[in-house]
């Protein structure tokens, strides 16, 4: 930005959104995708074998040995193992992993979507009715309406269902819960020209923690066997990812290395 003459003073305006866009969205974002995916356990089995199939790149193996994947570590230390977190790798080899990741965004995004009018602008509903946008004015879309209506996702709306995005009705069908219908209501990061330009940054650090989590560690309850997930806070429009009630007070949980994978070291690449 320096090379094109930004000035000092914008950069540090561009460079203080880091840490706002970090904790108000991809750390609760990550929170919740972590929560349902290791509620289910046999979520948790499948993901593993979906992660460590298409996102390992290879375990570079310790001297002399030719271990799989789930021996590469051990208590003495291992192999390093290479994960890809490229959005088009795992787009293409981890299905339900992006479904499931996708599926927490639809349930947890609730921002709004700010433009200006440039022009006077008449929008039609699908009954016939016509609003008139004058140029200059305000308009702020809610995305978390689109995420939650029943006439675009379907029965089930409220659920969190880590196939929802694997099951889409073809792309010549409409009407709830299929392809046409759920691009129209996804828009999680905006749209058009003004897509959140974080969001490829975010979605790798994420795919990176999953990853690790997923092949690396077991993810329990603090208290108990059961999971209760924290409620939501209250949904507001400018909350952008809800976040958990009372900042999640009285919930915990209890992270350990897996079996076989105690000295492994991780490495990411795009």
């Not at 509620?39 to 271990?67: C, D, F, I, T, Y």
């Not at 016509?130 to 305000?138: A, D, F, R, T």
Request: aromatic share 8%; with cysteine; hydrophobic share 40%.
């Amino acid at each position: 930005m320096r090379e094109v003459g930004v000035p000092d003073e914008d950069l540090a305006r561009i460079e203080i959104m880091l840490p706002f866009a970090a904790l108000a969205n991809t750390v609760p974002m990550l929170f919740w995708l972590v929560c349902h995916v290791f509620s289910r356990r046999e979520l948790v089995e499948r993901l593993r074998r979906e992660v460590q199939a298409g996102m390992v790149v290879k375990p570079l193996h310790s001297e002399g040995g030719n271990q799989t994947t789930s021996e590469v570590g051990g208590e003495e230390g291992g192999a390093e193992v290479v994960v890809n977190v490229a959005a088009a790798v795992v787009e293409e080899k981890c299905p339900l992993l992006m479904s499931c990741y996708r599926e927490t965004l639809r349930r947890t995004v609730h921002q709004v979507s700010t433009r200006t009018a440039v022009q006077d602008t008449v929008l039609m509903d699908r009954d016939g009715r016509e609003y008139l946008l004058k140029k200059g004015s305000v308009v702020q879309m809610v995305i978390g309406a689109g995420h939650g209506m029943e006439e675009y996702w379907g029965e089930g709306v409220d659920e969190f269902d880590p196939e929802r995005f694997l099951s889409r009705k073809g792309d010549g069908e409409d009407g709830p819960g299929s392809s046409k219908a759920m691009k129209t209501a996804f828009q999680p990061f905006g749209g058009g020209m003004h897509l959140c330009p974080g969001r490829a940054f975010a979605f790798a650090e994420m795919m990176a923690v999953m990853a690790t989590l997923l092949l690396g560690y077991d993810i329990e309850p603090l208290e108990g066997s059961m999971w209760e997930l924290p409620a939501f806070a209250t949904r507001s429009v400018i909350d952008a990812v809800t976040k958990p009630a009372n900042h999640g007070e009285g919930f915990g949980l209890r992270i350990r290395r897996r079996l076989g994978w105690e000295g492994v070291r991780w490495k990411y690449e795009l």
